[in-house]
């Protein structure tokens, strides 16, 4: 069996590293201009303040013992942005099945893909981003986004604050597209096509040493095969 070394990676890669490169600029080119072509994707962000204690329903569900400690109200903020529950509030509000013509747990889906969050600092500010092909849907949808999120807490009683969250910037229609998106777009790009194509090399040359020890062993078995006849 053909042994496989470091020798063996580093000599695929410099003799087909040109090609590997050349490879991964037209992905990067391809998938730039593909991007391009498609509908913008536009980010608003509603600007929060997060509540101020833990939310009694996350302890309710274990989620401690899963992350080994108390879940922080970012946490928690976090975990309901992405939920099904806040899918189905915006599905259900938006008609988003219909303005999507697919079905409700498409829609569902598409809903939670297009809303994120993250913190901005250590717990004090919280950010909420939704993100669609529509500037102005995409800041109804972050706008919205707080209020299901008062509903969801009166719902479920998670914390005592009313509002759930204080709100410093309501989103607006974002002027220009979310360079993010291209940039994510590219970058997948380059990485899956660099990835498949030095695989491919290396299968290639690892088919190529098999092979050849195959040809070798099969010399060898012929001249001590001769070498026994004389």
């Not at 913008?40 to 992350?67: D, H, I, K, N, Q």
């Not at 949808?141 to 914390?159: D, G, H, M, P």
């Not at 974002?174 to 998106?181: E, G, M, Q, T, V």
């Amino acid at each position: 069996m053909a042994q496989i070394t470091l020798l063996t990676y580093w000599k695929v890669l410099r003799e087909r590293g040109k090609l590997l490169f050349s490879i991964m600029i037209f992905s990067a080119v391809v998938m730039t201009v593909t991007t391009l072509s498609n509908p913008r994707m536009y980010t608003a962000e509603v600007t929060v303040f997060p509540p101020t204690g833990t939310m009694s329903f996350f302890a309710g569900m274990g989620l401690p013992a899963l992350t080994g400690s108390s879940p922080t109200s970012v946490d928690s903020l976090a975990f309901l942005i992405k939920s099904r529950r806040m899918a189905e509030g915006i599905v259900d509000h938006f008609s988003l099945d219909k303005k999507l013509q697919t079905t409700r747990n498409g829609a569902i889906h598409s809903a939670q893909r297009m809303m994120n969050s993250y913190d901005i600092s250590k717990g004090t500010i919280f950010v909420i981003e939704a993100t669609s092909s529509d500037p102005k849907f995409s800041a109804d949808l972050a706008n919205f986004c707080i209020e299901n999120l008062n509903n969801i807490n009166e719902q479920l009683l998670l914390t005592a604050d009313k509002p759930l969250v204080k709100v410093i910037d309501s989103a607006e229609p974002p002027l220009a597209p979310d360079p993010r998106y291209t940039l994510k777009k590219v970058l997948g790009a380059i990485l899956f096509s660099g990835i498949s194509a030095y695989f491919f090399f290396f299968f290639s040359e690892y088919m190529r040493m098999l092979r050849e020890e195959k040809k070798s062993k099969s010399i060898t078995e012929d001249a001590e095969r001769i070498l026994k006849e004389l």
